[in-house]
């Protein structure tokens, strides 16, 4: 079926990096763009930025600009992103989204999220 | 970035009653506003999209108006399994923002 499978949650310690991976099936990886977006605990949804899996564009929500890499990898239809310098704040579950709908810039197809604990 | 308030933040609701939820962006967003339920524990997931339109699946007691920057999602006769979080988010901005969320619980 349409489905995005993410990976496990982490626990890194302040000021490591952590990369989160999102495979894509069901349907034509490199003909959606996949979006991440990040929940705080008891916080509402936060949107991190996009990749185009067909060119490998990318953009990035000012906040996290200099700190997050999205890229993808076609031959295993797999999307990641990667967050640098950790802090407390970036505790969080991450989702992968999917923007399906032409001419709609909305997420009709997410992940099941991936938990991302920072603590010394 | 485009702000978006949502009220109320939590409300109490009984199965069977009709429930609105609002939300204002800090500037007119064109229709261009999606409405998404989430669960706990769970990832969000789509109910209407161009401020109106049902996604596919999605039961027709749900429904969404508005215009300019003052948006609704109506749910008419509540059933057990929509008591859950409720968020809007706009995407008229390429930077794409969710409201803070509407707690949705039986009273």
């Known amino acids: 079926q349409v489905q995005l499978e993410q990976s496990g949650a982490e626990v890194k310690k302040p000021g490591a990096s952590v990369k989160v991976s999102c495979k894509a099936s069901?349907?034509?990886?490199?003909?959606?763009?996949v979006h991440w977006v990040r929940q705080a605990p008891g916080q509402g949804p936060e949107w991190v930025g996009w990749t185009n899996p067909n060119s490998g564009g990318t953009e990035y929500a000012q906040k996290f600009q200099g700190r997050v890499t999205l890229t993808r990898d076609t031959s295993i239809s797999t999307a990641y992103m990667e967050l640098n310098k950790l802090g407390s704040d970036d505790t969080a579950w991450y989702f992968c989204?999917?923007?399906?709908?032409?001419?709609?810039?909305?997420?009709?197809?997410w992940g099941q999220g991936t938990m991302v604990t920072v603590s010394s | 970035d485009i702000q978006m308030t949502q009220s109320p933040s939590s409300l109490s609701a009984s199965v069977g009653d009709r429930v609105t939820i609002t939300c204002r962006a800090s500037?007119?967003?064109?229709?261009?506003l999606a409405w998404y339920q989430q669960k706990p524990g769970k990832a969000p997931t789509l109910l209407l999209y161009a401020a109106s339109r049902l996604q596919t699946g999605i039961p027709s007691r749900f429904s969404g108006s508005g215009s300019g920057s003052d948006y609704a999602l109506t749910i008419t006769s509540l059933q057990p399994e929509d008591f859950a979080t409720y968020y809007c988010?706009?995407?008229?901005?390429?930077?794409?923002?969710f409201g803070q969320g509407t707690k949705l619980e039986i009273k």
């Open positions: 989204a999917r923007t399906g709908l032409p001419g709609h810039d909305v997420f009709d197809l």
């Open positions: 069901g349907y034509a990886f490199t003909d959606y763009y």
């Open positions: 988010q706009q995407y008229y901005n390429r930077f794409r923002t």
């Open positions: 500037r007119a967003i064109s229709y261009s």
